[in-house]
């Protein structure tokens, strides 16, 4: 299983988010009474360029994980990698 999952990418033609993975459940599994494993994502981040857009959004296993940003920053020149912080109730930088 992967450590990160992409649920939404910029397509910088149109400026449009473009929908990749969902994360959570599938109605099957809501309606069996099932844990997806998709419900194991529960940290959102965001990941960003030296201007602040914002590339790519998505959920990762950990808080802090870089995996999605590390994979992604040479194709995209990113820079930085925001994780929701509960305590300030907004996305926080983590240091690279």
């Known amino acids: 299983m992967k450590p990160y999952i992409i ?15 969902l994360a959570g459940p599938s109605l099957i599994d809501k309606q069996l009474g099932r844990k997806s ?5 529960l940290h959102p981040f965001r990941l960003l360029d030296a ?3 914002v590339y790519f959004e998505g ?10 940003f590390d994979a992604l920053q040479d194709s995209y020149g990113l820079t930085d990698c925001q994780y929701w912080d509960l305590d300030l109730y907004r996305f926080a930088t983590i240091n690279c």
């Open 37 to 41: 494993e998709k419900e194991t994502y």
């Open 59 to 68: 959920y990762s296993r950990e808080h802090g994980c870089m995996e999605a």
């Open 7 to 21: 649920t939404k990418k910029m397509d910088w033609s149109t400026g449009l988010w473009k929908f990749c993975e």
């Open 51 to 53: 201007d602040g857009e």
